[in-house]
């Protein structure tokens, strides 16, 4: 049974820290691409980080820049966010995701997880 299961979030002043983690478990940890994605209230989820399997690019979301660091654990089948200088516009539900896509001829698979999502809420 596959399961991503979140933790770290809370409640926290603006211009402070959170590290969130996810713990993956049921799949080959190490050979997915690792994100997470924010939802707030009313706005539609997007993408804030996204770590590809050893020895890809990390890419975040322009918004969070040089305060957002991303990374995995692939002996833990654990990816981390590390949020530090903390916005009000912060504020949401985040998400990990594991995904990957293996491509056979003309047609492909997509392995596609969810965890079920940590509140991050920062006060002003």
């Known amino acids: 049974q596959v399961q991503l299961v979140e933790s770290g979030g809370g409640l926290v002043q603006a211009g402070g820290s959170l590290r969130l983690s996810c713990v993956g478990s049921?799949?080959?940890?190490?050979?997915?691409?690792m994100s997470w994605y924010r939802q707030a209230p009313g706005k539609e989820r997007e993408v804030v980080a996204v770590?590809?399997?050893?020895?890809?690019?990390?890419t975040y979301a322009d918004s969070v820049k040089g305060r957002f660091t991303i990374s995995r654990d692939d002996a833990k089948n654990t990816v981390y966010l590390q949020m530090n200088s903390l916005k009000s516009e912060d504020t949401a539900v985040y998400s990990c995701?594991?995904?990957?896509?293996?491509?056979?001829?003309?047609?492909?698979?997509?392995?596609?997880?969810w965890g079920q999502g940590t509140q991050v809420t920062v006060s002003s």
């Open positions: 995701n594991a995904l990957m896509i293996i491509i056979e001829g003309s047609s492909h698979r997509k392995y596609d997880y």
């Open positions: 049921g799949f080959t940890f190490s050979q997915y691409a």
């Open positions: 770590m590809p399997i050893a020895g890809g690019s990390t």
